[in-house]
């Protein structure tokens, strides 16, 4: 049963007022009030002068479970939700692999699951290891907010930028994968800016809906389960949702919304390390990390893991 | 003046009605309260929330959107219901 060992994060130090990013965004002043007002979206985090390499090496700088461990990783995951976040031929997973003495892993990118693709990768990574018997997968996510479409998920949400870095087992006591439900939807797969509105009118059943069925599988009512980790594309939408499932608002852990924005497929390791920071993990509860992904590779999933 | 705690749903319907085309950018035919927001208008979820700033500008009234669901922005009408029912008191 895959298991998540340690979890790492980094946050760019630079913090820019979603106003600050009207003009670029060609956002009307009503948009940037939605968005702060309803979406609670307030700022997002952006270091200009740092590559893609520098925010992944910046969030495998705090994952101190690596240390001395660099020979064990058998596979080293990048989850994106563009499929190309970098000019070619950059590489930025080979070059960590190279600067860490990682080379002997074998390191790719694992796309098409949109935004959901953060739980597509630890998948992956678990599926992996499982095979092989042992060993650890480096399951990396976060992307630089370098093209337009990596900047605004239209009238939902603000990209940011950051990254994560966590070691994944094929099995171990923390934290346990119990179930994973991915719901891929053809239907929208499409550039963002396609049809907002269509995306929208199924966005709060279809979470709806694969929450319920990775609960189901891993047996667990949702009244058990202690938190939601949530991707952080913008507050109202989790109020809706939970008003749906019947879910308390208050154990959906929405704090990073307004201080990060949307980090990509890193939303659900921040909010984990979140959770971590402020004790509201305990061993043995069970939580949700689900994700909804837009555009390109339009997926639903959650996951349901105990602590 | 302070944002009224009371208002009665045609006034919001009336406003509705002015403020679609600001909202949508466009002209927008006759709308009444059975006028379907999304399938006959086009609004989207979050161009129903702008319409929603628009009339807390438009009737100086403040609307607590903590509780809205998908039914509510069915129609015209389950909308300004929704508005007149939920209102919340000046900052």
């Given at each position: 049963?895959?298991?998540?060992?340690?979890?790492?994060?980094?946050?760019?130090?630079?913090?820019?007022?979603?106003?600050?990013?009207?003009?670029?965004?060609?956002?009307?002043?009503?948009?940037?009030?939605?968005?702060?007002?309803?979406?609670?979206?307030?700022?997002?985090?952006?270091?200009p002068d740092g590559t893609l390499l520098d925010l992944l090496l910046a969030a495998v700088a705090n994952l101190d479970g690596l240390r001395g461990r660099?020979?064990?990783?058998?596979?080293?995951?990048?989850?994106?939700?563009?499929?190309?976040?970098?000019?070619?031929?950059?590489?930025?997973?080979?070059?960590?692999?190279?600067?860490?003495?990682?080379?002997?892993?074998?390191?790719?990118?694992?796309?098409?699951?949109?935004?959901?693709?953060?739980?597509?990768?630890?998948?992956?990574?678990?599926?992996?290891?499982?095979?092989?018997g042992d060993g650890l997968a480096l399951v990396l996510a976060g992307e630089k907010t370098f093209t337009r479409d990596a900047q605004l998920v239209p009238?939902?949400?603000?990209?940011?930028?950051?990254?994560?870095?966590?070691?994944?087992?094929?099995?171990?006591?923390?934290?346990?994968?119990?179930?994973?439900?991915?719901?891929?939807?053809?239907?929208?797969?499409?550039?963002?800016?396609?049809?907002?509105?269509?995306?929208?009118?199924?966005?709060?059943?279809?979470?709806?809906?694969?929450?319920?069925?990775?609960?189901?599988?891993?047996?667990?009512?949702?009244?058990?389960?202690?938190?939601?980790?949530?991707?952080?594309?913008?507050?109202?939408?989790?109020?809706?949702?939970?008003?749906?499932?019947?879910?308390?608002?208050?154990?959906?852990?929405?704090?990073?919304?307004?201080?990060?924005?949307?980090?990509?497929?890193?939303?659900?390791?921040?909010?984990?390390?979140?959770?971590?920071?402020?004790?509201?993990?305990?061993?043995?509860?069970?939580?949700?990390?689900?994700?909804?992904?837009?555009?390109?590779?339009?997926?639903?999933?959650?996951?349901?893991?105990?602590? | 003046?302070?944002?009224?705690?009371?208002?009665?749903?045609?006034?919001?319907?009336?406003?509705?009605?002015?403020?679609?085309?600001?909202?949508?950018?466009?002209?927008?035919?006759?709308?009444?309260?059975?006028?379907?927001?999304?399938?006959?208008?086009?609004?989207?979820?979050?161009?129903?929330?702008?319409?929603?700033?628009?009339?807390?500008?438009?009737?100086?009234?403040?609307?607590?959107?903590?509780?809205?669901?998908?039914?509510?922005?069915?129609?015209?009408?389950?909308l300004a219901e929704f508005v007149a029912s939920h209102l919340l008191p000046a900052e």
């Amino acid at each position: 049963m895959t298991a998540l060992e340690a979890v790492a994060t980094y946050l760019p130090s630079g913090r820019v007022p979603i106003e600050d990013l009207a003009g670029q965004l060609e956002l009307t002043p009503m948009q940037v009030k939605l968005f702060r007002r309803y979406h609670r979206l307030a700022e997002v985090r952006r270091e200009p002068d740092g590559t893609l390499l520098d925010l992944l090496l910046a969030a495998v700088a705090n994952l101190d479970g690596l240390r001395g461990r660099e020979h064990e990783i058998r596979y080293v995951l990048h989850a994106r939700t563009f499929p190309v976040v970098v000019p070619y031929p950059v590489n930025p997973v080979h070059a960590l692999c190279r600067i860490l003495g990682l080379d002997h892993a074998v390191a790719f990118a694992v796309t098409h699951h949109a935004c959901a693709t953060g739980l597509l990768a630890l998948d992956v990574a678990g599926r992996l290891l499982a095979h092989d018997g042992d060993g650890l997968a480096l399951v990396l996510a976060g992307e630089k907010t370098f093209t337009r479409d990596a900047q605004l998920v239209p009238e939902t949400s603000v990209f940011g930028e950051g990254a994560s870095a966590c070691l994944v087992r094929h099995a171990g006591p923390r934290d346990r994968l119990l179930a994973y439900a991915a719901h891929v939807r053809g239907e929208f797969d499409d550039e963002l800016s396609g049809d907002p509105a269509a995306y929208q009118r199924e966005y709060h059943s279809s979470l709806a809906d694969v929450i319920l069925a990775a609960a189901g599988k891993a047996r667990t009512d949702l009244g058990d389960v202690r938190l939601i980790l949530p991707h952080n594309v913008n507050v109202v939408a989790w109020q809706r949702l939970c008003r749906r499932i019947g879910y308390p608002i208050g154990q959906v852990l929405l704090d990073n919304v307004p201080v990060a924005g949307h980090v990509f497929c890193a939303d659900a390791f921040l909010n984990y390390q979140t959770a971590r920071e402020r004790g509201l993990l305990h061993p043995g509860d069970r939580y949700v990390v689900a994700a909804a992904g837009a555009g390109r590779g339009a997926t639903f999933s959650a996951m349901v893991f105990e602590h | 003046m302070e944002p009224s705690l009371t208002i009665h749903k045609g006034t919001v319907v009336d406003s509705i009605r002015v403020l679609l085309p600001r909202v949508l950018r466009r002209d927008v035919p006759a709308a009444d309260e059975d006028t379907k927001l999304m399938e006959d208008l086009g609004l989207s979820s979050s161009t129903t929330l702008e319409l929603m700033l628009e009339l807390e500008e438009r009737l100086d009234i403040q609307i607590d959107v903590e509780d809205i669901d998908q039914d509510d922005f069915a129609t015209v009408g389950t909308l300004a219901e929704f508005v007149a029912s939920h209102l919340l008191p000046a900052e």
